[in-house]
T-cell receptor, first 114, second 112 residues
């Protein structure tokens, strides 16, 4: 199983809503990532979890709150988002903290903030 | 931090021709260079990668070359097919090895 599964695939939320994005992998990977991707742009790193601990937070606004309940799961909690937060949110995982092997990406959650 | 530049931003080729995409990086400590293909509405998928101790790697119609001295690496796709049409991203690892820096992407169109 080389899959990273993200749910939901699509999400429309209002600016006062609270929602969560979920990501799951069963490859035994110990590093997991959240990326944000705008149209026609490369993925931008948001957060890195290594061995279930937050190791990188790329100055992401507090309206995005990551959580890593266990080594297979990664959540991104969303609250009071802005329309400019509309984007494709990608989860990825890799074997270890050092990126010298393949990182697998999920299919993403297409988020629209209205 | 690392700076990865990618050219061209768009590329159109006739089916059966070759396509070449080039990337340069700034940090000589980077040691892993993956290439990702992203189809519309999907997540990036690794198509080939190369480590700094190797100069060239090939997998069927896809090859990657790395010049560490010049700090550039290239993706070569031969005998292109319409299903090769996608956006391609190069990436390089950071000095600490715990994140990727992506190039700006190349939108490849293969014309049947």
């Amino acid at each position: 199983d080389t899959e990273v599964t993200q749910t939901p695939k699509h999400l429309v939320m209002g600016m006062t809503n609270k929602k969560s994005l979920k990501c799951e992998q069963h490859m035994g990977h110990r590093a997991m990532y959240w990326y944000k991707q705008k149209a026609k742009k490369p993925p931008e790193l948001m957060f890195v979890y290594s061995y279930e601990k937050l190791s990188i937070n790329e100055s992401v606004p507090s309206r995005f709150s990551p959580e890593c309940p266990n080594s297979s799961l990664l959540n991104l909690h969303l609250h009071a988002l802005q329309p400019e937060d509309s984007a494709l949110y990608l989860c990825a995982s890799s074997q270890g903290q050092v990126l010298d092997t393949e990182a697998f990406f999920g299919q993403g959650t297409r988020l629209t903030v209205v | 931090g690392e700076n990865v530049e990618q050219h061209p931003s768009t590329l159109s080729v006739q089916e059966g021709d070759s396509a070449v995409i080039k990337c340069t990086y700034s940090d000589s400590a980077s040691n892993y260079f993956p290439w990702y293909k992203q189809e519309l509405g999907k997540g990036p998928q690794l198509i080939i990668d190369i480590r700094s101790n190797v100069g060239e790697k090939k997998d069927q119609r896809i090859a990657v070359t790395l010049n560490k001295t010049a700090k550039h690496f290239s993706l070569h796709i031969t005998e292109t097919q319409p299903e090769d049409s996608a956006v391609y991203f190069c990436a390089a690892t950071s000095r600490t090895g715990n994140q990727f820096y992506f190039g700006t992407g190349t939108s490849l169109t293969v014309i049947p």
